[in-house]
């Protein structure tokens, strides 16, 4: 298979980052004997610098050429002060509405060797691996009527909406991936009081009917916000509307113990964009520290999603699992970093090692390739 990847590295950390993405994806991609290439394309600051603009139309033309766009970050101090519609942000902001994907996917995953990063206790977190699918063109975020009113007394109203085919489309990809995982699915609404929501909750179970092996259920957010942390083990893939999403995304990810950690994907639009969930990092960024999991991470979703290729993206989480149990950390899952204030627990046993930004890259580069090498010798035998 011929597979085309645009790759926009951003600002800040984010080359640093994609740097290692990329090494990983292409020693994947060879081992599958995929026939890949990779073109690189300026967005955000970078691309203000050199064409005064942070999305060129070159950029928007490669990406819409290939067939998956894989990002770093955009943003830095030095572009504050510009007006909004000008900042690297709008850059990234238009790509995301050009490439069109409805569902945003936020894998939230507690790796056992790094738990003592999490502020929630290792007891609870154990065997955490939930994927959220937000739905992400619709709903409050977008809905008119919107704005602020002054007249004697000022007053702000935005409208969320929803219709059918947005509901649907959503809650297909969910199921889907419900199916390859542990086919189960908590829809999340506020039904009790949003008639969205019961539409939402109406069409979610009705598609749920397509999928008789998966189960469904349906949770309230304001229940599913305290689950999250209290029993975060007890989801598989949860499914919910724009707003909904974007707050239990970023709650759930405290599970991971690093922002460096997170990866996501939008999908469903004319090309894919993967991307890790931080931001450019300026307060590191050049200093070869940045944390590259998340977006080695998101190359892994980038493989699943655009590229077939199942056993590759497990063959690069397994390697990443390996390169934590073994030890290998860096600054931002040292112990000087967490969050936890369970730092002392955290060097029990095994011994930590902290290693730069390629350093990190490297060492899940050759733990693919032991992954692939001994799953290869188990089925020979
Ligand atoms: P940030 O995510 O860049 O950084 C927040 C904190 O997390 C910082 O302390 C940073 O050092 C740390 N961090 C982030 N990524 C890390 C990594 N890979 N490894 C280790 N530590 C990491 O958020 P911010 O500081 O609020 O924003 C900085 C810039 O990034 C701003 O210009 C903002 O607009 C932009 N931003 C861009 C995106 C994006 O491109 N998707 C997302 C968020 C913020």
């Known amino acids: 298979m011929k597979l085309h990847i645009t790759i926009l590295p951003g600002d800040g950390v984010g080359p640093e980052v994609t740097g290692e993405a990329v090494r990983v994806l292409r020693t994947v991609l060879d ?100 994927l959220i699918v937000r ?13 602020i009113s002054d007249g004697p007394v000022s007053a702000a109203h935005n409208t969320m909406r929803y219709s059918v085919p947005e509901i649907e489309r959503v809650a297909r990809v969910a199921f889907y991936q419900a199916q390859k995982r542990h086919r189960k699915v908590t829809s999340v609404d506020k039904a009790n009081v949003l008639e969205t929501s019961q539409l939402w909750r109406q069409t979610v179970a009705r598609v749920g009917g397509d999928y008789p092996e998966v189960k469904l259920e349906h949770v309230y957010v304001d229940a599913c916000a305290m689950r999250l942390i209290t029993h975060p083990g007890s989801f598989d893939v949860i499914v919910t509307e724009n707003l909904f999403g974007d707050i239990l995304s970023d709650e759930v990810a405290v599970i991971s113990g690093s922002l460096g950690m997170l990866a996501s994907a939008t999908i469903g639009g004319k090309v894919d964009l993967y991307e890790p969930v931080h931001g450019s990092a300026p307060d590191i960024a050049g200093r ?34 390996e390169v934590l149990d073994a030890g290998h950390r860096t600054a931002d899952l040292s112990p000087q970093h967490s969050n936890s204030g369970r730092a002392g627990d955290s060097q029990r046993g095994r011994a930590k090692r902290v290693v730069s930004t390629a350093e990190m890259g490297a060492l899940v580069e050759s733990a693919v390739g032991d992954v692939t090498d001994r799953r290869r010798a188990y089925h020979a035998v």
């Open 288 to 321: 070869g520290v940045a944390n590259p999991l998340g977006a080695i991470a998101s190359a892994a979703m980038l493989l699943r999603h655009s590229a077939g290729l199942e056993q590759g993206a497990r063959d690069i989480e397994d390697a990443i699992r």
């Open 135 to 147: 739905e992400l063109l619709g709903g409050i975020y977008f809905g008119e009527p919107r704005g």
């Open 31 to 130: 081992l599958y004997g995929y026939d890949a290439s990779f073109e690189e394309h300026p967005i955000g600051g970078v691309a203000i610098r050199q064409f005064g603009v942070p999305l060129p139309e070159a950029t928007v033309r490669a990406c819409m050429n290939s067939q998956a766009v894989l990002l770093g970050a955009v943003g830095g101090p030095e572009f504050d002060s510009l007006p909004a519609g000008q900042k690297p942000e709008s850059g990234l902001l238009a790509l995301r509405q050009a490439l069109g994907g409805y569902a945003n996917l936020r894998p939230a995953i507690a790796y056992g060797a790094i738990a003592e990063c999490s502020p929630v206790r290792p007891e609870i977190i154990k065997g955490t691996d939930i």
